[in-house]
């Protein structure tokens, strides 16, 4: 049984939302109304994950998640309106350490009740995975200038570990059906998860998203997830391909691999981001995109879950700009357009 903390102050929801939880595996350690008793809560109770509601009547579930992953850092999956999926509510709980967010499930009666129902329990069963750690401050400590655009890119590559899942999915979540431009993902997860991974973002993600597989030529509007333990490469086409080499620092697949990849292959023409998570995969691949003249991102500390992949990054210099989700997301929609994005922020 997965320990679970019950944020929601609608008693009606709750009502017959716990029983179905219940069912699915979940067991209620504490169930609370408020903010101020999730905090309580959430210390005592020992919960593996969190499940808040938004609105609450004393503050958001920002405003909760923030004092959870400060104090008694457990993964949060917030619960949101659809009015609300992309507003700064949820923008703000993902700054603050939310692992996900999700829809909330409409009532029992309601079209599309188990389809959504089924989602949350999926996404509650990746999240209590995520490994999560007290929020830190870590200050870049350098800043870098951009280099020329030299035209519009070919391939996006995304690494990320803890904390991934929820950042990939805000980005997603901000991209049009037909975005343009392919995107590569390497996200650390436990053995066997990426196919939930996969099935996750698929529904709740207007993209396609589908595993990375041997010698298939990446096209507009997918996410392909590097899966199998293997480690997935780009080749000349682009072409991806998979390989079983030994893990590289521990990682297979590996970010930093992944991204060399695209440096050998698309050069100018990739563009690569690192997102949250531990330790420092993808640092050096990133540098070396950026030495081949691709343009290169990392996550910024306020919006990341763990300051550590980005952080390493900017400490290499790979880095041309650190931004929050909510900025990556606009530069990525820039890039889809006929100029790639002139907003230039400090790392």
């Given at each position: 049984?997965?320990r679970?903390?019950?944020?929601?102050?609608?008693?009606?929801r709750a009502?017959w939302?716990?029983p179905?939880l219940?069912?699915?595996?979940?067991?209620i350690?504490?169930?609370?109304g408020?903010g101020e008793?999730?905090?309580?809560l959430?210390?005592s109770?020992?919960?593996q994950v969190?499940?808040?509601?938004l609105r609450?009547?004393d503050?958001s579930?920002?405003?909760v998640?923030?004092?959870i992953?400060?104090?008694h850092?457990?993964?949060?999956?917030?619960?949101?309106?659809?009015?609300?999926?992309?507003g700064p509510g949820?923008?703000?709980s993902?700054?603050?350490?939310?692992?996900?967010?999700?829809?909330?499930?409409?009532?029992?009666e309601?079209?599309?009740?188990l389809?959504k129902?089924?989602?949350?329990?999926?996404?509650?069963?990746?999240?209590?995975e995520?490994?999560?750690?007290k929020?830190?401050?870590?200050?870049p400590?350098f800043?870098?200038?951009?280099?020329?655009?030299?035209?519009?890119?070919?391939?996006i590559?995304l690494?990320?570990?803890t904390g991934g899942?929820?950042?990939v999915?805000?980005l997603?979540?901000?991209?049009p059906?037909e975005?343009?431009?392919?995107?590569?993902?390497?996200?650390?997860?436990s053995?066997?998860?990426?196919?939930?991974?996969?099935?996750?973002?698929?529904?709740?993600?207007?993209l396609?998203?589908?595993?990375?597989?041997?010698?298939?030529?990446p096209?507009?509007?997918?996410?392909?997830?590097a899966?199998?333990?293997?480690h997935?490469?780009?080749?000349?086409g682009?072409?991806?391909?998979?390989?079983d080499?030994?893990p590289?620092q521990?990682?297979r697949?590996?970010a930093?691999l992944m991204?060399?990849?695209?440096?050998r292959t698309?050069?100018?023409r990739a563009v690569g981001?690192?997102l949250t998570?531990?330790?420092?995969d993808g640092?050096e691949?990133?540098l070396?995109?950026?030495?081949?003249?691709?343009l290169?991102?990392?996550?910024?500390?306020?919006s990341?879950?763990?300051?550590?992949?980005?952080?390493?990054?900017?400490?290499?210099?790979?880095?041309?700009s650190?931004m929050?989700?909510?900025d990556?997301a606009?530069?990525?929609?820039k890039?889809?357009?006929?100029n790639a994005p002139?907003?230039?922020k400090?790392?």
């Open positions: 049984m997965i679970l903390l019950y944020i929601d102050a609608e008693s009606n009502g939302l716990e179905l219940e069912a699915s595996g979940f067991k350690v504490g169930r609370a408020s008793e999730a905090l309580a959430a210390g109770s020992q919960p969190a499940l808040i509601c609450l009547p503050g579930g920002a405003q998640t923030r004092e992953m400060e104090h850092p457990v993964p949060v999956v917030l619960l949101v309106e659809p009015p609300d999926l992309v949820a923008r703000e993902s700054r603050c350490g939310a692992t996900a967010i999700i829809e909330t499930p409409p009532a029992p309601a079209p599309g009740h389809p129902v089924a989602a949350l329990v999926k996404t509650l069963r990746l999240m209590h995520i490994p999560v750690v929020r830190k401050t870590l200050r400590p800043w870098l200038p951009r280099p020329e655009p030299t035209g519009p890119p070919l391939l590559g690494a990320a570990s899942p929820a950042a999915q805000f997603l979540q901000s991209l059906r975005f343009p431009i392919p995107l590569l993902l390497v996200q650390h997860l053995d066997g998860f990426s196919s939930t991974l996969v099935e996750w973002l698929s529904r709740t993600t207007p396609k998203v589908v595993p990375a597989e041997d010698g298939v030529v096209q507009p509007g997918t996410l392909y997830v899966a199998g333990q293997k997935v490469v780009v080749r000349s682009p072409v991806l391909a998979l390989e080499g030994e590289i521990g990682h697949p590996s930093t991204l060399e990849s695209l440096a698309l050069g100018p981001i690192v998570g531990m330790g420092d640092a691949g990133l070396e995109l950026r030495r081949q003249g691709g290169t991102y990392a996550q910024d500390e306020e990341c879950v763990v300051y550590g992949m980005p952080r390493e990054a900017v400490r290499r210099g790979a880095v041309l650190s929050s989700l909510t990556l606009e530069a990525l929609q890039l889809a357009g006929p002139d907003k230039e400090s790392p």
